[in-house]
């Protein structure tokens, strides 16, 4: 760990002031794009084993392989959630891909939404959480209401949320950190960020929420991706992990707790 000191000192510093302070922090973390069972698989669970983490995970339904709800291990370590259909961009070609965007009518994509949520319950059955992720984190607003149609009450993206009104049917959680940089393709999948910007962007949140009046407590999430992550990707994301539970102040909270699924039934493997 002496190595990374120069690297960790900003959300180590941060972190002491929340301790200074006497407040806590809440972390928590998304993993999106799972179709089949692979070691990446078990590497990313390995990692929610070590620190004793449950992570939402998000599936493609209409890409998942046969027997995949038999085949992942330890199931207590995370919560199943629906990502898309096929995960196929049906914007034009110089917009901003997106599976639910504004190019098809809200009838047609609710369908489609509807049709990956038959395919989830068929697969998972009560381990299925109704929560709903879109694939490239975009949706229509106007189709947040076939979700609630359909029975979702989660809704996770990405960046910052608009704070729902109390008693809202759909809660809105937002991943704020993806680890991976995208535009540095490597040969074993995506590079991952170095950590001294995961931990300097995970300082500047935790700054931000301490700061607001009045202080802040809403959670920082953390969006992995397993397929396009190698041992070294996991390597990195496990130190800034180890930093947070090493201050004391920092709690990783269980996607069901956050979008209102306490104690949502984990299917054991």
């Not at 965007?101 to 009838?107: E, F, K, P």
């Not at 490239?136 to 209401?145: E, H």
């Amino acid at each position: 760990m002496a190595q990374h000191m120069s690297d960790l000192a900003p959300l180590r510093a941060e972190l002491k002031q929340w301790r200074a302070e006497g407040r806590r922090a809440r972390f928590w973390l998304r993993d999106d794009d799972l179709t089949q069972m692979s070691p990446r698989v078990e590497a990313m669970v390995a990692v929610l084993e070590r620190f004793g983490i449950r992570a939402l995970l998000a599936i493609i339904p209409g890409l998942m392989a046969d027997g995949l709800a038999n085949a992942l291990p330890d199931r207590s370590r995370y919560v199943i959630c629906q990502h898309g259909l096929r995960h196929t961009n049906h914007e034009a070609a110089d917009a901003p891909k997106a599976e639910f965007g504004g190019a098809r009518s809200a009838a047609v994509a609710v369908a489609d939404i509807g049709e990956g949520q038959r395919l989830m319950h068929a697969a998972f059955g009560p381990s299925f959480a109704p929560i709903f992720v879109p694939p490239w984190n975009r949706m229509a607003t106007g189709l947040r209401a076939g979700l609630i149609g359909l029975g979702f009450q989660g809704l996770s993206a990405y960046g910052n949320e608009k704070a729902a009104p109390s008693g809202a049917a759909l809660a809105v959680v937002n991943a704020d950190i993806d680890v991976l940089n995208w535009a540095e393709p490597d040969a074993q999948g995506v590079a991952v960020l170095p950590l001294a910007d995961i931990c300097r962007r995970a300082a500047d949140l935790l700054s931000r929420r301490r700061r607001s009046d009045p202080p802040s407590t809403r959670r920082i999430g953390f969006l992995t991706h397993h397929l396009a992550m190698d041992s070294a990707a996991w390597e990195v994301v496990s130190i800034a992990i180890a930093e947070t539970l090493d201050a004391g102040v920092v709690d990783w909270v269980d996607p069901g707790d956050l979008f209102g699924l306490a104690g949502h039934a984990p299917q054991q493997g």
